[in-house]
């Protein structure tokens, strides 16, 4: 591999851990499915471009396929974050709902 080569990896691989970095900001200060939809966006920007310019070079294609990979790697990272908020609401109301009876108050 060249040194353009190993430009490109390493510029991908910042662009890749900044867009983890970004979901977790996301993940932790958005709402429900904030980071599923961010990621979906990417992921399309990263697809519409690549369709638009058609035949790039090595450099560009090495840049939007990052783009287009971190894009994947957010709707992952969506998906498992709903599911795991989803969870720790149902466990939450589910505690909630035992103390409830546990007291004898019904639940509001």
């Known amino acids: 591999m060249d040194t353009t080569g190993k430009f490109c990896l390493a510029i991908a691989i910042?662009?890749?851990?900044?867009?983890?970095?970004?979901?977790?900001?996301?993940?932790?200060?958005?709402?429900?499915?904030?980071?599923?939809?961010?990621?979906?966006?990417?992921?399309?920007?990263?697809?519409?471009?690549?369709?638009?310019?058609?035949?790039?070079?090595?450099?560009?294609?090495?840049?939007?396929?990052?783009v287009t990979f971190s894009g994947f790697v957010g709707v992952l990272l969506g998906v498992m974050d709903v599911i795991r908020k989803y969870r720790k609401r149902a466990r939450l109301r589910s505690a909630s709902h035992s103390v409830s009876q546990a007291s004898g108050h019904p639940e509001r």
């Open 14 to 66: 910042v662009i890749l851990m900044a867009a983890v970095i970004a979901y977790s900001f996301i993940s932790k200060k958005g709402p429900n499915g904030a980071v599923l939809a961010v990621g979906a966006v990417v992921w399309f920007l990263g697809r519409g471009i690549l369709s638009m310019m058609g035949n790039v070079g090595r450099e560009t294609g090495a840049a939007i396929s990052a």
